[in-house]
């Protein structure tokens, strides 16, 4: 099973600034097969980002996502307000896809 | 744009089964390049895939809960569905189904694209 570790745990950020969260997996991702998502507070977790860099369909340009084999990122720049929330990252390396354990986005 | 939306109890008793559905509109399970999935989220696991199965019948679950996973898919009622048996305190989770991409030749699965909201069920006597 591949491992994925997301930190740091949470991240505090003032709107309009810019955060930066971190996934590792424990081994390379084939194909850079990696996918983000968003989970606001009672709602179902939301794509954002898959293939470690390209936007789902209507997701603003400013959620951005990078990396390549074990370590990828992804950055929120101009933090709006309905951007706190939640952030998951999903391998789809191996066919028993993963989760990382989540980055909370919190306002400053 | 597909909608999935889950049913079914919110408490099961130990040792029974948990019988869930996801009704699908805005598309057609027949039409749809998809397999169709469950997903569930508790404190202690976090995000943990269950399953997802296709059309044609070609099924992949998660290792760790296969022996107690049955999925269906009911084409005229636009549905499908999980079953999971002999559950316990650990199964109680808030339980989604999902779309899961698959590539052309339906042989390899990608991410999710589409979620329900989301149905607890909590595993108590």
């Known amino acids: 099973e591949i491992v994925l570790t997301q930190s740091p745990g949470t991240v505090s950020v003032s709107p309009g600034e810019t955060a930066t969260l971190s996934c590792r997996a424990s081994q390379i991702l084939n194909n850079d097969y990696l996918a983000w998502y968003q989970q606001r507070g009672g709602q179902a977790p939301r794509l954002l980002i898959y293939g470690a860099s390209t936007r789902a369909d209507d997701i603003a340009d400013r959620f951005s996502g990078s990396g390549t084999g074990t370590d990828f990122t992804l950055t929120i720049t101009g933090l709006e307000p309905e951007d706190f929330a939640m952030y998951y990252c999903?391998?789809?390396?191996?066919?028993?896809?993963?989760f990382g354990q989540g980055t909370k986005v919190e306002m400053k | 744009q597909l909608q999935l939306q889950e049913s079914g109890p919110g408490l099961v008793k130990p040792s029974e089964t948990l019988s869930l559905t996801c009704n699908v509109s805005g598309g057609s399970i027949t039409s749809s390049h998809y397999y169709w999935g469950w997903i569930r989220q508790s404190p202690g696991k976090g995000l943990e895939w269950i399953g997802s199965l296709s059309l044609g019948g070609n099924s992949h679950y998660n290792p760790s809960l296969r022996s107690r996973v049955t999925m269906s898919l009911d084409t005229p009622k636009n549905q499908f569905s999980l079953r999971l048996s002999l559950v316990t305190a650990a199964d109680t989770a808030v339980y989604y189904c999902?779309?899961?991409?698959?590539?052309?030749?339906?042989?390899?699965?990608?991410?999710?694209?589409?979620w329900g909201q989301g149905h607890l069920v909590t595993v108590s006597s």
């Open positions: 999903q391998q789809y390396s191996d066919m028993l896809r993963t």
């Open positions: 999902v779309t899961d991409r698959t590539n052309y030749s339906w042989d390899r699965l990608y991410y999710f694209n589409f």
